[in-house]
């Protein structure tokens, strides 16, 4: 039977990866963030100082020491490219193991696989297609599809959002003042107009008072 406590720490394997030894590295800058188990938050910019940035032609590779099944794997990278793990079993001839794909939403963005049928000594990253400005902010590798567990990477917070800049209200406070300035009299006019008492009509037509000497005789 298998204790409880080395249970616990399968549950939580990192995977092949942070005990493999580095066989290649080339045209890859900060190399060591790839496999170290933390990641940047979901989105986060494309070349955060939590990825390594590729080169077009850049590569990197691993030995795992022995041949292992490899059953899960998960990268996070730049979302408009493909990445491509590579395996071998004898250094010499690599074959795919899987290509993770281009994501639509913006940033670096995780893609898992739990479906792999392959094993490998040797395993290859590379990076293809999208823009050519390839970065990743990790890799991950399981010789069982169980160990790829919602929690198995260690996440970046978000950030916290921008303060709101104050609003330019200085325009608009006169022109609302203005208009209600306008409302207030214009009401307060047509209430006077009402309140006021009608004056009593003058005499029309003959009934006017004549004025004036009388006519001569």
Same mark, same amino acid.
Do not use: C, H
């Given at each position: 039977?298998?204790?409880?406590?080395? *249970?616990?720490?399968?549950?939580?394997?990192?995977?092949?990866?942070?005990?493999?030894?580095?066989? =290649?590295?080339?045209?890859?800058?900060?190399?060591?963030?790839?496999?170290?188990? =933390?990641?940047?938050?979901?989105?986060?910019?494309?070349?955060? &100082?939590?990825?390594?940035i590729l080169a077009p032609d850049g590569m990197l590779e691993w030995d795992f020491g022995q041949v292992y099944p490899i059953e899960a794997a998960l990268i996070q990278g730049d979302n408009n490219d493909d990445f491509?793990?590579?395996?071998?079993?004898?250094?010499?001839?690599? &074959?795919?193991?899987w290509r993770a794909p &281009?994501?639509?939403?913006?940033? *670096?963005?995780?893609?898992?696989?739990?479906?792999? =049928?392959?094993?490998?000594?040797?395993l290859r990253l590379t990076a293809e297609g999208g823009d050519r400005m390839y970065s990743v902010g990790e890799v991950m590798v399981f010789t069982r599809a169980a160990e790829l567990t919602p929690d198995v990477l260690e996440r970046a917070p978000?950030?916290?959002?921008?303060?709101?800049?104050?609003?330019?209200?200085?325009?608009?406070?006169?022109?609302?003042?203005?208009?209600?300035?306008?409302?207030v009299y214009w009401f307060w006019s047509r209430r006077q107009a009402a309140l006021a008492p009608k004056l009593p009509e003058g005499p029309k037509g003959d009934d006017a008072p004549k004025t004036g000497a009388p006519p001569a005789a």
């Open positions: 039977m298998i204790p409880a406590v080395l *249970l616990a720490v399968l549950a939580a394997s990192p995977g092949l990866l942070p005990s493999a030894q580095l066989r =290649k590295d080339q045209g890859v800058n900060r190399s060591t963030v790839v496999r170290d188990g =933390k990641a940047d938050y979901e989105g986060a910019p494309w070349d955060s &100082q939590q990825a390594a491509i793990l590579w395996s071998s079993v004898d250094g010499e001839f690599f &074959q795919p193991l &281009q994501d639509a939403m913006a940033g *670096l963005r995780t893609r898992t696989t739990t479906t792999l =049928k392959g094993q490998a000594r040797y978000l950030p916290a959002p921008p303060p709101r800049a104050p609003a330019n209200t200085d325009g608009s406070m006169i022109v609302t003042g203005l208009l209600g300035a306008y409302a």
